[in-house]
């Protein structure tokens, strides 16, 4: 990969972005088009600099990821519709500095657990509040699922929150007869990724043979809570088909560019595998 002064910019935010996959999944892409463009990782403690940086050296266009993907949008000139009901940015793309925001993680969630089952009258739990879990909880509802939003917390202001702008239910982690109960279960808190990999939102003891079992954790591919259900004879989706997915998406904002499928999924599951 060869850079100049004509090279775009791109690049992930966020605390940590260690663990990151997008620079090889992006790089390969835009090597494999020929694309003058160039994705790096950037550990941001202070993202009013940050955005102020990108800004100034006009950046082509940046993922966000946590704990920044509610904070940023304070820092744009305009904000996609879809984002905004979600309440949470995941893109940004920069066009003649102007910073506008999108989000394609409810895209990538939607299109990768639909392959797997129809959302629509399903009972759906999803365990966590954070950015991640604004886009899934718009994702299901827009698609006419039953939503309930657990959290760690019994008295959590943040879950109810979110749980009144979805227009759902809300109850702490504790309650696990609502993940026995449901459909479709999903973890979008940080359980089960580096160092909590030893973690789980529901024992297999809660799980039962034939729901879907979806975990937005990438890193390791297989987290325990998907090992347990896939021994439970749940249905099992990784985090790595919403992250390549929501990805593509990404790809085309900053490019306008078809990007190459099976490339970008091969080096997904190449790096994952280590």
Same mark, same amino acid.
């Given at each position: 990969?060869?850079?100049?002064?004509? +090279?775009?910019l791109? %690049?992930? !935010?966020?605390?940590?972005?260690?663990?990151s996959? $997008?620079?090889a999944?992006?790089?390969a @892409?835009?090597?494999a088009?020929?694309l003058?463009y160039?994705?790096l990782?950037?550990?941001v403690?202070d993202?009013e600099?940050?955005m102020?940086?990108?800004?100034?050296l006009n950046?082509?266009g940046?993922?966000v990821?946590?704990?920044?993907?509610?904070e940023?949008i304070?820092?744009l000139?305009?904000?996609?519709?879809?984002?905004?009901k979600?309440g949470?940015?995941?893109?940004?793309?920069?066009t003649d500095g102007l910073?506008?925001?999108?989000?394609?993680?409810w895209l990538g969630f939607?299109?990768?657990?639909?392959?797997?089952?129809?959302?629509?009258?399903?009972?759906?739990?999803?365990?966590?509040t954070?950015g991640?879990a604004?886009a899934l909880?718009?994702?299901? +509802?827009?698609?006419? %699922?039953? !939503?309930?939003i657990?959290?760690?917390?019994?008295? $959590?202001?943040a879950a109810?929150?979110l @749980?009144?702008?979805l227009g759902?239910?809300?109850?702490?982690?504790?309650r696990k007869s609502?993940?026995?109960?449901a459909?479709?279960v999903v973890n979008?808190?940080?359980?089960?990724m580096?160092p909590?990999?030893?973690?789980t939102?529901?024992?297999a003891a809660?799980?039962?043979?034939?729901q879907?079992v979806?975990?937005?954790v990438?890193?390791?591919?297989?987290?325990?809570l998907?090992?347990?259900?896939?021994a439970?004879?749940?249905r099992?989706v990784?985090?790595?088909?919403m992250?390549?997915?929501?990805?593509?998406?990404q790809f085309e904002l900053?490019?306008?560019?078809?990007?190459?499928?099976?490339l970008?999924?091969?080096?997904?599951?190449?790096?994952?595998?280590g």
């Amino acid at each position: 990969m060869q850079t100049n002064v004509n +090279t775009r910019l791109c %690049g992930i !935010l966020g605390k940590p972005v260690n663990h990151s996959i $997008s620079p090889a999944i992006h790089n390969a @892409a835009f090597e494999a088009l020929a694309l003058n463009y160039v994705y790096l990782a950037f550990h941001v403690d202070d993202l009013e600099g940050a955005m102020r940086g990108m800004r100034a050296l006009n950046v082509r266009g940046f993922s966000v990821t946590m704990p920044h993907k509610v904070e940023v949008i304070r820092y744009l000139d305009d904000i996609d519709p879809i984002a905004q009901k979600i309440g949470a940015v995941n893109t940004v793309v920069n066009t003649d500095g102007l910073l506008q925001g999108y989000n394609t993680d409810w895209l990538g969630f939607t299109r990768s657990l639909e392959a797997v089952t129809p959302i629509r009258n399903k009972k759906v739990v999803i365990a966590g509040t954070g950015g991640a879990a604004r886009a899934l909880g718009f994702g299901i +509802t827009e698609k006419g %699922g039953t !939503l309930t939003i657990l959290n760690r917390s019994e008295r $959590s202001s943040a879950a109810a929150a979110l @749980a009144a702008e979805l227009g759902c239910d809300w109850g702490p982690l504790s309650r696990k007869s609502t993940i026995t109960e449901a459909d479709i279960v999903v973890n979008a808190t940080l359980l089960g990724m580096p160092p909590y990999e030893k973690m789980t939102i529901a024992d297999a003891a809660y799980l039962r043979a034939g729901q879907v079992v979806y975990d937005v954790v990438y890193n390791p591919l297989e987290t325990r809570l998907l090992r347990e259900a896939a021994a439970k004879g749940c249905r099992v989706v990784p985090g790595s088909e919403m992250l390549l997915l929501q990805a593509l998406a990404q790809f085309e904002l900053w490019t306008g560019q078809t990007p190459p499928v099976d490339l970008m999924r091969t080096i997904l599951q190449e790096r994952l595998r280590g």
